[in-house]
């Protein structure tokens, strides 16, 4: 409780980065188990008291290192910009799985400049910043997971007229099947968790 108390303070008066200062100007440190204590009042404070503040917890994230829940914040945001809500795996999931499958297939939506530049976009940077979040915490599988889906939806917005996100395995494959361009049937296949099936895509363009 007086943890939050000079945490509202500080926040109040617009000081919230001496709490982040490495000379414990605010809250002095003096244990590696006092700092952890801390960062975790600090985390769970922001997120109950502060949820849409995501800038001062990004800032806590970085300052404290913890790197995989900056990169999964980063992820679930991404996510939940796209233009479809076929998204099944969570954020930090497992890094194995295939990220885009849904047994809910959305309905076609063309892709218009406008949600390219308010959503694809920007949730391409944030998986972008992820995945290097994830790497800078050695998560290379989340941090695949991350550019693989980045790639799709750079694929989606150059075919605004089909639909590329939020496919049901066998849609996936379909899209998989008439791509003519080696790259994005591979994009397609990491993507989808289609890599048994991308040496058939490939021999049916030959």
């Known amino acids: 409780r007086d943890l939050y108390f000079l945490f ?16 414990g100007t605010a809250v002095p440190i003096t244990s590696k188990e006092g700092e952890d204590a801390f960062q975790s ?69 063309r892709i218009t400049p ?34 693989h889906i980045a790639s799709i939806i750079g694929l989606q917005a150059r075919m605004p007229d089909t639909q590329v996100l939020g496919l049901s395995k066998e849609k996936a494959k379909e899209l998989l099947f008439c791509q003519s361009s080696f790259k994005d049937a591979l994009l397609v296949a990491n993507a989808y968790g289609l890599g048994d099936e991308w040496p058939r895509a490939l021999f049916k363009q030959v």
């Open 8 to 23: 509202d303070a500080l926040i109040q008066y617009d000081r919230f980065e001496l709490l982040l200062s490495r000379d």
């Open 41 to 109: 009042a600090l985390v769970v404070y922001l997120q109950t008291k502060h949820p849409h503040d995501t800038e001062k917890l990004q800032l806590v994230f970085l300052r404290f290192g913890l790197f995989s829940d900056l990169a999964r914040k980063l992820e679930e945001s991404a996510l939940s910009k796209l233009p479809t809500s076929s998204y099944d795996n969570s954020p930090g999931g497992t890094p194995t799985s295939p990220p885009m499958i849904s047994s809910r297939q959305s309905p076609p939506t």
């Open 114 to 147: 406008s949600t390219m530049t308010k959503s694809l976009f920007p949730a391409i940077q944030e998986l972008l910043q992820a995945a290097d979040h994830y790497a800078m915490n050695r998560s290379y599988k989340n941090a695949a997971r991350c550019i």
